[in-house]
């Protein structure tokens, strides 16, 4: 049911990678109120997805990435 949500085919899977976090920390002002700072933060989220298809099928989407590369360049 997720995988119609998202519109992918229902024999897809999705496997969770390992997220990752980073906070930047800045001065607001060096000089006076040092002690203000302001936080931002990057969030890095990563998945991976299985799609079981038929060999011709995939042959058919590689030749088609093949021939969109060429006329893209």
Known sequence: MENRFWGLPPYTQ??????????YIVL???????????QFEM????QFLVIKTERHELRKKFFRLKRRATWGT
């Open 14 to 23: 999705k496997i969770g990678l390992p997220e990752s976090r980073v906070l």
């Open 28 to 38: 607001r002002s060096p000089h006076i109120d040092k002690k203000s700072r302001e």
């Open 43 to 46: 969030e890095i989220k990563k």
